[in-house]
Structure formats: structure tokens, C-alpha cells
């Protein structure tokens, strides 16, 4: 057999689809019979990819992401093969450039604004050569832990270990700082390890990440909830800068006749049991049936990214048949589109226009009623709202219903019992946002708990531009110190 030959852009795609596949020691061992060609490949297409950047001098791509990565100069250094400089360059903007390449919607930010693809040539695909840079980088141990010039006696808690905690940390931690991360789960990573399924963020990806922070002197104490098992004066008394870096956790509700039906299910308990699986956890709910797809008809409810993570674990836990209701069409959907093609190549049927009215069963749901719905005029957000078409009911046969309609802040001034603490009508935390500090003095915020549900990309870039404010903050609190002394 001509191996080469079969290295084709259709062989990428087949190797990835099979990536995915729950029979893994097959997968591998297909991976492994082109393994040394696979790698050419892939080098190859990165470095054909990086040479495609025109170098046009008006870098769209890099005004539209939100590091403001400077992405012509790292394609241009990965075209010439000068992966350590590249990699580095990527680094002085991003913690972890390698998870963005994984799981960035670039066709809303770098890549959508490529002036390439703009000219209908194709974008270059930025994310990947990202990825490859940054992987690249692991496998030949370029990235080390960070060795600090010169401690600094003054310490920061950090709640929350998820990409805005994780950047933060990192950020201090270089200047000197003594850096102390408290989160409520086991294991370090926020949504980025129980959230983003396996199969668009490997979690060897994040672990190592996380590893390589520990290695650096920053602590982790996992398993403390803050709010219970420490009030946030505690923290403000013991550091001398604390940020808030929680998320937004509170799932959004469908409250209609038989919601409280047994095997309906939030989107994160479906997703964190699969994750923990994939980790390697015992997961009873998991074991026993209750949150295995396999061979059950699904159905999620909810048309953004979180619905798409939860039809595309479904189908490749072996569910019997997956459907996802969306009660405007394809075009309004506020996921993204890459994200809606993947699920229908992989099987997901999408009922357009559809509303869910009623869970059905006695016990456990055995069925939904929805109705249809058509596209009204546009709302104040612009978008078409949908109306329901009268006796338009139908039922859908239904053994594990996801409610995945997005999510909200927790209520944290109650959860961290400190009613000083201002948050916004939204419930996320009011900051100034030149600042990122909160009402209270020496207490910052960053990433999803400020925006609301976002992206990790700009958790990131919260996360840092809060260490650059701490760090002012703490320098000029010292230097009052010293001015009073
Ligand atoms: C299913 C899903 C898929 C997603 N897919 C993508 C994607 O493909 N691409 C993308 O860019 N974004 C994606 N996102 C969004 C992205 O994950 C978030 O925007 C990002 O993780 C926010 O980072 P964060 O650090 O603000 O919060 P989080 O990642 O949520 O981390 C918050 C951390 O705070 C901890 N915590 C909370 N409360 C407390 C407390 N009281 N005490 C101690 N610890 C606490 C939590 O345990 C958690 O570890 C997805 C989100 C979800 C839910
Ligand atoms: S961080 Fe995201 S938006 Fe920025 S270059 Fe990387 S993939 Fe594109």
C-alpha cells in the first residue's frame, strides 16, 4: 500500500474523526501504522499554512484576538522552522496557547477576520499552526517552569483555578509573587478540565499545564470551597491581594409541567460525569446507567456550544439516537457554526424551530412534547423572535433528557456570606474595569464571573491584565508603607 497516498486532506479527517472514537486501541494502532507520516504531515501542513500569511501589514487577525497575539510574526517564524522563537513569541501573550489553538471559535476571531479569507482564498488556519507551535514545544521540553529572579514577600489567593485563576497565578508568580489558588474541585482547571469534553480539549493538555505551575512554587489547595470553608475576610485578612475567579455555575432552568421527572439532567452533571470518566474517576451515576447515553434516545435542550458538547458526547457514548431542540433555525443559533457542521456530520438530528412544552412520564421522562415555531420579527437583540404555531404539538420519544440553555452567576455575596460585595443585576461582580478591582480594597475579579458565561480566550486575558493591576495595587501599597515608616 502507498501510505503516501493516502495522506490527503481526507486522511486528516479521518484520522481525527477516528481520535474521537470510544474504541481507542484500535484507533491507536491505525494512528500508529502512519504515525512517522502522520507527523510529516502534520508538520507540513502547518508550515504550507504558515507560509500562506500574506504579511499584509493590516494584521486583522490579531486586532480580533483578544490577546492580541502577534500572530504574523509567529507564522512567519513557524514557515521558516523556528519553532522555539515562535513558541516563545506565543507565550509573551498567552498562558496557553495550546489549548486556544484546540478550542477558540476562530472563525469568530483570528481566523474569521484573515484577510485571506476575507478575499475568499481560505483562512489560514492560525489556530492549528498555534497548536502545533505550542506542542511542539512540550514534546521537545522547551517549556519549563518558571524560575523566579528574585521573591517577593507579599502573597496573593487566587479562587478558582479555571483559565482566569490559572493566568493570574501564572503572571504573579513570575514577578515573585507568593501565589495561593483555593478551589472547591478536586482537581485544578475550572471548566477547562469538567466542562470542555475530552474530545475538543485532551486533559493531559490542561494537567500538564497545571503541573508545570506547581513546579513554578505556586500552591494549590483544591477542595476548599470559599464560603464555607473559609469566608473571603479570611482571605482578604491572610493575603495581601485576593481575586475572584469562580465562573458562573448557576444553570439556567426549563420550568415546565414534569421538570422534576427522574433522568432530566443539567448540562455540567452530564458533562462532569463523562469527564470524570474520562479521567479515570468511579463515577456511580455513571456505572449504573443513569448518566451513560449508551443505547438510550437523548435529547438536549438549547441551541449554544454547551448544547453541541453534550450531542457529541452523547453520540460517541453509543446513545440510540440523539436530537437537539432549538427553537429558532441553523442561521440563528447562537452557537458556533463549526461547532453545528461538526455535530451534523456526526449524526445529531437538530429539530429546527421546535419548544419543548411538557416532560412526559410517570417517574422517569419517557417523552417531550414540543411545538413548532416560525420566525417573528427581529427583537431588541436584533435577532428574529420565534412565535409558536398554534396545534403544532408533537412528542419525542425520550429516555435521558440535557437542559442545556447556558448559564448564571451563583450568588456569591450569599455564598461568600459578604453582603459588601456589589455585583451587577446579573449577578456578576462589579469591577472597575481599567482596574478589575471590586468595591472592596485588594480584592480583584476576572473571567466569566465579571463578563458572564464567555470564553476562555478572554478569561485569559482577564486573568492577566488582573495580575498587571494587582501588581500596581501591591507596589503602591508598599511604597506607602515605607513612605509612613
Ligand atoms: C460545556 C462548556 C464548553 C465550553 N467550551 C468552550 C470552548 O470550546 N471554547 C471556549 O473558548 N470556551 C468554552 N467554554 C467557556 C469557558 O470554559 C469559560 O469561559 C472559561 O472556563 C471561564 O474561565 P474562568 O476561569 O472564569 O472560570 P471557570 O473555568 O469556570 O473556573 C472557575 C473555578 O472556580 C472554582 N470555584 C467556583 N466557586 C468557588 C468557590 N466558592 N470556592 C472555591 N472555588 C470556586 C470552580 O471550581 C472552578 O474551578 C465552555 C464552557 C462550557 C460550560
Ligand atoms: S488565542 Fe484564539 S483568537 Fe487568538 S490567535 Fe489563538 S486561536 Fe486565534
Given at each position: 500500500m502507498n501510505k503516501k497516498k493516502i495522506m490527503t486532506d481526507k486522511m486528516l479527517k479521518f484520522v481525527k474523526i477516528d481520535q474521537q472514537n470510544p474504541n481507542k486501541r484500535q484507533v491507536d494502532k491505525r494512528i500508529d501504522d502512519f504515525k512517522e507520516i502522520y507527523e510529516q504531515f502534520i508538520h507540513d501542513k502547518a508550515k504550507e499554512q504558515s507560509s500562506r500569511c500574506s504579511q499584509c501589514g493590516v494584521p486583522f487577525c490579531q486586532i480580533h484576538c483578544p490577546l492580541n497575539n502577534n500572530i504574523p510574526d509567529w507564522l512567519k517564524l513557524a514557515a521558516e522552522g523556528r519553532l522555539r522563537e515562535a513558541?516563545?513569541?506565543?507565550?509573551?501573550?498567552?498562558?496557553?496557547?495550546?489549548?486556544?489553538?484546540?478550542?477558540?471559535?476562530?472563525?469568530?476571531?483570528?481566523?474569521?477576520?484573515?484577510?485571506?479569507?476575507?478575499?475568499?482564498?481560505?483562512?489560514?488556519?492560525?489556530?492549528?499552526?498555534?497548536?502545533?507551535?505550542?506542542?511542539?514545544?512540550?514534546?521537545?521540553?522547551?517549556?519549563?517552569?518558571?524560575?523566579?529572579?528574585?521573591?517577593?514577600?507579599?502573597?496573593?489567593?487566587?479562587?478558582?483555578?479555571?483559565?482566569?485563576?490559572?493566568?493570574?497565578?501564572?503572571?504573579?508568580?513570575?514577578?515573585?509573587?507568593?501565589?495561593?489558588?483555593?478551589?472547591?474541585?478536586?482537581r485544578p482547571g475550572g471548566l477547562l478540565i469538567y466542562g470542555i469534553p475530552n474530545f475538543k480539549l485532551e486533559k493531559f493538555v490542561v494537567e500538564r499545564r497545571t503541573k508545570l505551575l506547581k513546579e513554578s512554587g505556586i500552591k494549590f489547595h483544591q477542595k476548599i470551597e470559599i464560603g464555607k470553608d473559609k469566608t473571603l475576610k479570611e482571605l482578604n485578612e491572610k493575603h495581601d491581594a485576593v481575586l475572584i475567579a469562580t465562573g458562573v455555575y448557576k444553570p439556567r432552568e426549563v420550568n415546565l409541567p414534569g421538570?422534576?421527572?427522574?433522568?432530566?439532567?443539567?448540562?455540567?452533571?452530564?458533562?462532569?460525569?463523562?469527564?470524570?470518566?474520562?479521567?479515570?474517576?468511579?463515577?456511580?451515576?455513571?456505572?449504573?446507567?443513569?448518566?451513560?447515553?449508551?443505547?438510550?434516545?437523548?435529547?438536549?435542550?438549547?441551541g449554544g456550544d454547551t448544547a453541541m458538547d453534550c450531542v457529541r458526547t452523547a453520540i460517541r457514548q453509543n446513545a440510540k439516537s440523539v436530537k437537539c431542540i432549538y427553537r429558532r433555525d441553523k442561521e440563528n443559533m447562537p452557537g458556533s457554526t463549526r461547532e453545528v457542521n461538526n455535530a451534523e456530520e456526526e449524526g445529531i438530528e437538530f429539530i429546527w424551530l421546535s419548544?419543548?412544552?411538557?416532560?412526559?412520564g410517570s417517574e422517569k421522562i419517557s417523552s417531550l412534547l414540543v411545538e413548532k415555531m416560525k420566525l417573528g420579527i427581529p427583537d431588541s437583540s436584533g435577532r428574529k423572535k420565534p412565535e409558536p404555531i398554534p396545534n403544532s404539538d408533537f412528542e419525542i420519544k425520550v429516555d435521558i433528557a440535557i437542559?442545556?440553555?447556558?448559564?448564571?452567576?451563583?450568588?456569591?455575596?450569599?455564598?461568600?456570606?459578604?453582603?459588601?460585595?456589589?455585583?451587577?443585576?446579573?449577578g456578576t461582580i462589579k469591577v472597575n474595569m481599567k482596574s478589575m478591582e471590586t468595591n472592596i480594597a485588594?480584592?480583584?475579579?476576572?473571567?466569566?464571573?465579571?463578563?458572564?458565561?464567555?470564553?476562555?480566550?478572554?478569561?485569559?486575558?482577564?486573568?492577566?491584565?488582573?495580575?498587571?493591576?494587582i501588581h500596581s495595587y501591591l507596589e503602591n501599597k508598599t511604597l506607602k508603607k515605607i513612605k509612613v515608616a
Open positions: 513558541s516563545e513569541l506565543a507565550h509573551s501573550t498567552n498562558n496557553m496557547p495550546e489549548v486556544c489553538g484546540r478550542i477558540c471559535p476562530q472563525d469568530r476571531l483570528c481566523e474569521g477576520n484573515c484577510v485571506i479569507e476575507k478575499s475568499g482564498h481560505g483562512t489560514v488556519t492560525i489556530g492549528s499552526v498555534e497548536k502545533y507551535i505550542t506542542d511542539t514545544a512540550w514534546e521537545k521540553g522547551w517549556i519549563r517552569p518558571i524560575k523566579v529572579k528574585k521573591e517577593i514577600d507579599l502573597s496573593v489567593g487566587i479562587i478558582g483555578s479555571g483559565p482566569a485563576g490559572l493566568a493570574c497565578a501564572e503572571e504573579l508568580r513570575k514577578m515573585g509573587y507568593q501565589v495561593t489558588i483555593y478551589d472547591r474541585y478536586d421538570h422534576d421527572l427522574k433522568n432530566i439532567f443539567p448540562a455540567m452533571e452530564f458533562l462532569t460525569a463523562s469527564n470524570r470518566k474520562g479521567l479515570g474517576d468511579k463515577v456511580e451515576n455513571f456505572e449504573n446507567g443513569t448518566l451513560n447515553a449508551e443505547n438510550k434516545n437523548v435529547v438536549v435542550i438549547g419548544n419543548p412544552k411538557k416532560f412526559i437542559k442545556a440553555l447556558g448559564f448564571d452567576p451563583e450568588d456569591l455575596p450569599k455564598l461568600f456570606n459578604d453582603s459588601n460585595l456589589l455585583v451587577s443585576k446579573w485588594g480584592v480583584f475579579a476576572a473571567g466569566d464571573i465579571v463578563r458572564g458565561a464567555s470564553l476562555v480566550v478572554w478569561a485569559i486575558r482577564d486573568g492577566r491584565d488582573a495580575a498587571s493591576s
